[in-house]
């Protein structure tokens, strides 16, 4: 088990490195040679996990799937708005998740498959949806697939603002300020009533998290895991 329990903390060890080489130099500039130098491992370490850089980026794409996952709420319309506030939460305060949106967001890695993270993301969304069609909460003519590419697009532009603008200071802001236009359009009014869009709401439910995986592993030895 510890043996088991090294090579987890050396593979997140390189990954955490790999985010902050990728979110610096972007996916074409970086090298496996700084990564190493970052991580400080060997070189066999890292080839160990990881087959070459293009790897490496999946690796560090993937990892934001591990950040998706809210508390479940009895409004699934909460719990749509909770993951997309705890994105841009995380966004802000995450080097592994703002690596993965610069490398999903990088044009010029030509040669890197950018699609997963939206696919995953409008998984989850469509997910989502087709849980508060079913329990009556969104307008009769919404078709939730279509809905979770619009908003996943939508979130895609407005966190590349945000950064261009403002290093993502504002995202929190932003993020609100485009559920409040595009909910009323999807989402029946009287549910709209009792969402909480406030602009520190990925902040609770970060805490929310936090709190249930101290809960589950008082000695804080284990990783966080996501609460479903």
Excluded: N
């Excluded at 990881?50 to 709420?73: H, N, T, W, Y």
């Excluded at 909910?183 to 009533?193: E, I």
């Amino acid at each position: 088990m510890a043996k088991q329990d090294r090579a987890i903390r050396t593979r997140q060890t390189i990954l955490s490195a790999a985010a902050k080489v990728f979110e610096q130099r972007g996916y074409q500039a970086a090298t496996i040679s700084e990564i190493l130098t970052t991580a400080g491992v060997t070189k066999g370490a890292l080839y160990f996990h990881f087959e070459s850089k293009d790897d490496l980026a999946q690796g560090v794409l993937a990892e934001q799937d591990q950040r998706l996952v809210v508390p479940r709420r009895a409004c699934r319309t909460q719990e749509l708005v909770d993951v997309v506030m705890l994105h841009a939460h995380r966004l802000q305060t995450d080097p592994m998740v703002r690596a993965g949106v610069r490398l999903s967001l990088d044009q010029q890695a030509h040669e890197l498959d950018r699609s997963g993270p939206f696919l995953r993301w409008v998984g989850v969304l469509d997910q989502l949806l087709h849980g508060a069609r079913t329990q009556g909460e969104l307008l009769p003519h919404v078709v939730p697939t279509e809905t979770a590419e619009v908003l996943v697009g939508s979130f895609a532009g407005v966190q590349a603002m945000s950064q261009a603008v403002s290093d993502y200071q504002d995202l929190p802001d932003r993020v609100c300020a485009l559920l409040r236009h595009m909910l009323p359009t999807v989402v029946l009014s009287s549910v709209l009533a009792s969402i909480d869009l406030s602009h520190t709401r990925g902040a609770v439910v970060l805490a929310e998290l936090d709190a249930s995986a101290g809960a589950a592993d008082p000695s804080g030895l284990l990783e966080s895991q996501p609460v479903g």
